[in-house]
């Protein structure tokens, strides 16, 4: 196997993002709490700069697991926002000038080829939606409304002198802590502050609820969708040389099983069973819920691009009609079928089946050749090489 395919990997870059960020939030909170071992560099750095770097990095740590799961999710931002933290990451690492943050260095530099080998496979686009955008607007509407207007009303504040503690009284307002460091003045010539305060509590708390709710709403809908036994559309879009299973029956188990043996290959299942559906989504079998023989679900799985389509339900009129709409969306891919009743052979291959299997004829071939002392593994070989020369 090659060296790009076994290691450098789609999720090896994404399990190095994640190890980048928990290294900068530790290795940051160490240097707060200075419980940093001094490294070569430190006599070079002062100290109210690594202090600074401290908490920075453990800010772009945080940022860093934002990007870490846009990359689970392919999409380009997370691969831009992963190429620019990287750099800042290993120069925090730097000048943090503690040994704890070592690692984080050499791990920021080990990243960085990984995610530059992948950068094509992650290649889908961030569309927010209107409300998102919605959203967002108002939640840095609101905040800029309390650090702007608690500034300008700081000589009617105790505990305001600079914008940076407008912002703090904002957020902490806004998350409803109320430490109670800063506060409006006593006295008839603080009621406008009062009231301020009060009207950015309101707006803050309005917005971040709202914000809350945009952002919850992606990861409650893919809760539901594995609930009820769908892909999601990140795994769809990813189907490609794949190999499809059309509908589900008594065969399609040891099929998955053999699927799941061979390395690399990937595939996945439609069915307009929910319940089926539903069971194979627990054990992370790809799961397409819709009715095989329709064109729109086929087209959605990307039947175009797959190697192979297989047919094997217990119901031979719905596997012919499964396999007529499969080659005419794809007339090169090669289809494969199963007959349940022997004299539907004939009408599955003319449906557009390259290869069809009997296993009911089959079995009795393998149970008389075995039955007069020919080893079962010669039974098959040599029926499955009948099969071959038939076609």
């Given at each position: 196997?090659?060296?790009?395919?076994?290691?450098?990997?789609?999720?090896?870059?994404?399990?190095?993002?994640?190890?980048?960020?928990?290294?900068?939030?530790?290795?940051?909170?160490?240097?707060?709490?200075?419980?940093?071992?001094?490294?070569?560099?430190?006599?070079?750095?002062?100290?109210?700069?690594?202090?600074?770097?401290?908490?920075?990095?453990?800010?772009?740590?945080?940022?860093?697991?934002?990007?870490?799961?846009?990359?689970?999710?392919?999409?380009?931002?997370?691969?831009?926002?992963?190429?620019?933290?990287l750099p800042l990451t290993a120069l925090q690492g730097l000048l943090q000038a503690s040994v704890l943050s070592f690692p984080l260095v050499a791990l920021s530099v080990l990243s960085a080829p990984t995610l530059v080998i992948n950068r094509g496979r992650f290649d889908r686009r961030f569309s927010p939606s209107p409300t998102q955008l919605a959203a967002g607007a108002a939640l840095v509407g609101a905040v800029a409304y309390g650090t702007v207007g608690s500034y300008a009303l700081r000589d009617q504040f105790e505990g305001i002198e600079t914008i940076v503690d407008a912002f703090y009284f904002t957020v902490v307002t806004a998350s409803t802590v109320g430490y109670g460091d800063v506060h409006p003045a006593t006295g008839p010539a603080s009621d406008i502050a009062q009231l301020f305060a009060l009207s950015s509590l309101v707006v803050n708390v309005a917005a971040f609820a709202v914000a809350l709710g945009v952002l919850l709403t992606p990861a409650i809908e893919a809760q539901l969708s594995k609930a009820l036994g769908k892909m999601t559309d990140r795994q769809i879009d990813l189907l490609d040389d794949h190999v499809l299973v059309l509908g589900y029956g008594d065969l399609t188990e040891p099929i998955l099983e053999e699927l799941d043996a061979r390395d690399g290959v990937e595939y996945a299942v439609v069915t307009p069973d929910e319940n089926v559906a539903r069971r194979l989504t627990d054990r992370d079998v790809p799961v397409y819920t819709a009715d095989p023989s329709d064109v729109d679900p086929l087209e959605r799985v990307n039947v175009a691009g797959a190697r192979a389509v297989v047919a094997a339900t217990e119901d031979d009129a719905r596997d012919a009609l499964a396999i007529l709409t499969a080659r005419q969306l794809n007339p090169d891919v090669r289809i494969v079928a199963a007959a349940t009743q022997r004299e539907n052979v004939d009408k599955l291959r003319r449906a557009g089946a390259d290869q069809v299997i009997s296993p009911s004829t089959l079995g009795g071939h393998i149970l008389v050749d075995c039955a007069f002392g020919a080893d079962s593994t010669d039974a098959t070989e040599g029926i499955l090489d009948d099969v071959d020369l038939d076609d």
């Amino acid at each position: 196997m090659e060296l790009t395919r076994d290691w450098v990997t789609v999720r090896a870059s994404i399990a190095l993002t994640f190890g980048v960020a928990i290294l900068s939030i530790l290795a940051g909170l160490a240097q707060i709490g200075g419980l940093g071992v001094d490294g070569p560099l430190a006599p070079y750095v002062g100290g109210v700069v690594r202090q600074t770097v401290g908490f920075t990095g453990t800010i772009t740590g945080f940022a860093m697991f934002a990007s870490g799961f846009a990359l689970r999710d392919g999409y380009r931002v997370g691969w831009y926002s992963t190429a620019v933290l990287l750099p800042l990451t290993a120069l925090q690492g730097l000048l943090q000038a503690s040994v704890l943050s070592f690692p984080l260095v050499a791990l920021s530099v080990l990243s960085a080829p990984t995610l530059v080998i992948n950068r094509g496979r992650f290649d889908r686009r961030f569309s927010p939606s209107p409300t998102q955008l919605a959203a967002g607007a108002a939640l840095v509407g609101a905040v800029a409304y309390g650090t702007v207007g608690s500034y300008a009303l700081r000589d009617q504040f105790e505990g305001i002198e600079t914008i940076v503690d407008a912002f703090y009284f904002t957020v902490v307002t806004a998350s409803t802590v109320g430490y109670g460091d800063v506060h409006p003045a006593t006295g008839p010539a603080s009621d406008i502050a009062q009231l301020f305060a009060l009207s950015s509590l309101v707006v803050n708390v309005a917005a971040f609820a709202v914000a809350l709710g945009v952002l919850l709403t992606p990861a409650i809908e893919a809760q539901l969708s594995k609930a009820l036994g769908k892909m999601t559309d990140r795994q769809i879009d990813l189907l490609d040389d794949h190999v499809l299973v059309l509908g589900y029956g008594d065969l399609t188990e040891p099929i998955l099983e053999e699927l799941d043996a061979r390395d690399g290959v990937e595939y996945a299942v439609v069915t307009p069973d929910e319940n089926v559906a539903r069971r194979l989504t627990d054990r992370d079998v790809p799961v397409y819920t819709a009715d095989p023989s329709d064109v729109d679900p086929l087209e959605r799985v990307n039947v175009a691009g797959a190697r192979a389509v297989v047919a094997a339900t217990e119901d031979d009129a719905r596997d012919a009609l499964a396999i007529l709409t499969a080659r005419q969306l794809n007339p090169d891919v090669r289809i494969v079928a199963a007959a349940t009743q022997r004299e539907n052979v004939d009408k599955l291959r003319r449906a557009g089946a390259d290869q069809v299997i009997s296993p009911s004829t089959l079995g009795g071939h393998i149970l008389v050749d075995c039955a007069f002392g020919a080893d079962s593994t010669d039974a098959t070989e040599g029926i499955l090489d009948d099969v071959d020369l038939d076609d």
